[in-house]
């Protein structure tokens, strides 16, 4: 089962737009819309909107179960009703400058990156990762525990990034503001994370502020595929794949996938399969089944390219999911059914 937040117009009630979470229960191939109340959205991708609604503005949703999940970036938020009504999260710590970046699930453990937040014992500039017990029916007011914060100037609060990775074995996080990041590895569930030794993304230059983000690969040790982006020009960029086994201390530079496109994001499935994307004039996704050493292009498609791609993302070794979409179009689900070998509309 998956779920998507956003606006829609087609049977919006007002003369704007309304904002929703979309479902699906069979791998994306058909989705159903729940009218959610008490989110807006923060960001909304419809042409000639601008945001607005009632309640907390959120962007992106995360769910535990068909039932529970959690509303994010700016605020944050939590259903117990399938995302039909949500209601504000820790709001007793955010202030008017809080914004949570990131929040995903691992085990029994929420894990979020905010700035902002306005916790005792921390510096409201700063980029916190934390957690917390993940919300249940039977407990609506969890208690936070931080991780570790970073100062910040008040300036770069709007500017900071965060990506997190959650899987079965581990979780990965990384966040920062423009080219300086943060990296942190650590078991799924755990309170304690282990600052990564060397950040393979500083032997590279990229010149945007956005982090590159990892993947994990639920291997025993657990393997971690880093993407570094470099040498950006029209339409394509290096796409440098590092590797470590063990838990960020060390990294191989293992290869690289072709040039066509600007980087997007990446997602490895065991036992050494890589996927990444990009996007430029076309749209690619570049599959390895060597670690990262050599890559195939599974998918060239859209011409003129996505404007903004989510994914690649594995939901099991043999089927992976990527979300496009671009201005004025409709969305495109696209479904790998054998591995990242190719991919076709859902």
Not at 119 to 144: C, H, R
């Amino acid at each position: 089962m998956g779920f998507m937040f956003g606006s829609y117009k087609q049977g919006c009630s007002t003369t704007s737009s309304c904002s929703g979470t979309l479902r699906t229960s069979d791998t994306g191939h058909s989705w159903g819309l729940i009218q959610s109340h008490g989110v807006y959205d923060s960001s909304p991708l419809l042409t000639n909107v601008s945001p607005s609604g009632s309640g907390v503005a959120v962007s992106k949703v995360s769910f535990l179960s068909p039932l529970v999940g959690y509303a994010f970036d700016p605020a944050l938020a939590f259903t117990i009703d399938g995302g039909v009504n949500f209601s504000p999260l820790l709001a007793s710590f955010a202030t008017s400058t809080t914004r949570f970046l990131d929040v995903e699930v691992a085990g029994s453990t929420t894990y979020f990156v905010a700035v902002g937040l306005n916790f005792s014992g921390v510096s409201p500039n700063s980029i916190v990762f934390g957690s917390f017990p993940n919300i249940s029916t039977a407990n609506v007011n969890p208690s936070i525990k931080v991780i570790s914060s970073s100062a910040i100037s008040a300036g770069s609060l709007q500017n900071a990034v965060a990506s997190i990775r959650a899987y079965p074995f581990g979780v990965a996080v990384e966040f920062g503001v423009n080219n300086y990041t943060t990296a942190l590895i650590g078991a799924a569930g755990s309170p304690n994370f282990t600052a990564v030794g060397q950040n393979p993304c500083s032997q590279v230059q990229y010149s945007q502020p956005y982090l590159p983000p990892l993947a994990i690969a639920d291997t025993s040790p657990i393997s971690i595929y880093a993407l570094c982006t470099s040498n950006p020009a029209a339409g394509s960029s290096q796409k440098t794949i590092f590797t470590s086994t063990n838990m960020g201390a060390s990294w191989t530079n293992d290869g690289s996938a072709p040039n066509g496109g600007q980087s997007y994001g990446i997602d490895a499935t065991a036992p050494s399969t890589v996927i990444v994307s990009a996007s430029s004039g076309a749209t690619f996704f570049y599959t390895s089944t060597d670690g990262g050493k050599t890559f195939k292009t599974a998918f060239t498609g859209f011409p003129g390219g996505s404007e903004y791609l989510y994914g690649p993302y594995f939901l099991s070794s043999s089927l992976a999911a990527v979300l496009s979409y671009s201005q004025g179009s409709p969305f495109s689900f696209l479904v790998s059914t054998d591995g990242g070998a190719s991919f076709s509309p859902s």
